[in-house]
Nanobody, 126 residues
């Protein structure tokens, strides 16, 4: 089973930025797509962003489109989430997850992950 470990969370004022990282235990991008989801007090669970192993194109929830950027370093097995223009409603625990590539979109939207990390807290204050 793929093991994932997030880092980079913290507290920031509205308008600020954070960059989350997720280190995978093995080469995952050929068999999985990777993504981020969050659990927050305002919206509960929300799928945030995903990316395929053979592409640099990210796909985003409407709520973060234009503010967040998902990327990866396949050589180092690291997934990133650059979060800009943060808002208080972005406050949540952020999870990195691996989804089976064959059902990536549906799995991402429905939180049917093959594996996930333990989460990292992001708090955005006014």
């Amino acid at each position: 089973q793929v093991q994932l470990q997030e880092s980079g969370g913290g507290s920031v004022q509205a308008g600020g930025s954070l960059n989350l990282s997720c280190t995978a235990s093995e080469y995952t991008y050929k068999d999985y797509c990777m993504g981020w989801f969050r659990q927050g007090p305002a919206k509960g669970y929300e799928a945030v962003a995903r990316i395929y192993g053979d592409s640099d194109t990210g796909y985003y929830a409407d709520s973060v489109q234009g503010r967040f950027i998902i990327s990866k370093d396949s050589a180092k097995n690291i997934l990133y989430l650059q979060m800009n223009s943060l808002k208080p409603e972005d406050t949540a625990t952020y999870y990195c997850a691996a989804y089976w590539r064959s059902s990536c979109f549906n799995s991402w939207k429905r939180f049917h992950y093959a594996s996930r990390g333990q989460g990292t807290q992001v708090t955005v204050s006014l």
